[in-house]
């Protein structure tokens, strides 16, 4: 029997890598479509068809889309600054923009977007956000969660109006191996090298990799056409996150909290510098809002619709501990 072919954009990334792992495990055929010269160190060891290509240029798109069954649409600018939604245009909305006119084009069985949690409201730990909560309009001024947004509106429509099979899956935190940026593994990085743990309030609902990835993969054939799904798993402030970090390491921490005022003042300071010289500094007040944030969701949809796992947080932080010593980060 012929594989079906998977189109991956973004392969080298934390979900892209995952995912084409995943997706060889269950006998498709994944081809990995990432820009020449990137870090491949997430995608080794892996039976992939690698392919370079840009996401903007349609050429590439095309040469690409035509010939898989479905696509997974990983790439994305991800970084928070510039905050000017101009600098995400291209790589977040063109390439989604272009995508689906070629899904449509080649009628692809289904195209499964990769959005990001910051498209919905939070909620707090006793009360999660969901996937019917709208999008905060105080995040407009974030280049990357709009431009996200504008993204994921395309596909759900293009969905509705039967342009295209589509469905959109939300990550929160990623956690686990095969972050060769480090991306997300920054953060477990810092609690592992610092002595000195310094936390902002808030945080984060952490989701293992390795159930994101197999999620993302049953959305090629679950889930509904049009329909967002929250990938999310443990709810943690971070310095419940950290704490478990510790747990991991042998050396003694010491924790201590970033007072709001102290990070407010900063954010301001930052606003009026980029106002005078044009230059992006990553604590700005939005960015400062988002990091202060109870960012926590719930995942009943997508365990009831698309099989997500539990997220076990000590096995997601002892994988990733693991491969960043096997590559010598740590």
Not at 170 to 187: H, K, Q, V, Y
């Amino acid at each position: 029997m012929c594989k079906k072919r998977v189109l991956v954009t973004g392969a080298n990334g934390l979900l892209g890598a995952n995912v084409i792992k995943v997706l060889t495990n269950n006998n498709y055929h994944a081809v990995a479509m990432v820009r020449e010269g990137c870090n491949m160190t997430g995608l080794r060891n892996l039976n992939y068809e690698l392919v370079y290509g840009n996401i903007t240029n349609y050429n590439h798109l095309e040469k690409q889309i035509k010939k898989c069954d479905y696509v997974i649409h990983c790439a994305a600018r991800t970084k928070q600054t510039p905050n000017k939604i101009e600098a995400f245009t291209e790589a977040n909305i063109k390439s989604t923009e272009l995508i689906i006119e070629l899904c449509s084009k080649y009628h692809t069985k289904r195209l499964v977007f990769v959005s990001t949690a910051n498209c919905f409201t939070n909620g707090t730990i006793d009360n999660p956000g969901n996937e019917d909560s709208n999008f905060m309009p105080w995040l407009k001024d974030s280049g990357y969660a709009y431009s996200k947004y504008i993204a994921q509106n395309m596909v759900t429509k293009a969905a509705e109006n039967n342009k295209i099979n589509a469905v959109t899956v939300a990550p929160t935190f990623m956690i686990g191996e095969r972050d060769a940026g480090p991306s997300s593994g920054a953060l477990l990085l810092y609690g592992l090298k610092k002595r000195i743990v310094f936390y902002p309030s808030g945080g984060k609902s952490f989701i293992d990799v390795d159930s994101a990835a197999e999620a993302v993969i049953n959305a090629l054939t679950m889930g509904k056409n049009g329909d967002k799904y929250m990938l999310s798993g443990t709810n943690l402030t971070y310095k419940d996150f950290f704490k478990i970090v510790a747990e991991h390491n042998s050396k003694r921490k010491l924790f201590i909290p970033i007072p709001s005022a102290l990070l407010k003042v900063v954010a301001l300071i930052s606003d009026i510098l980029e106002n005078i010289t044009g230059a992006s500094l990553a604590l700005n007040s939005v960015n400062r809002k988002l990091l202060c944030l109870d960012n926590y969701f719930t995942n009943n949809k997508a365990v009831a619709e698309l099989r997500l796992k539990h997220t076990n947080i000590n096995s997601s932080i002892n994988k990733a501990i693991n491969w960043y010593k096997q590559n010598r980060y740590l």
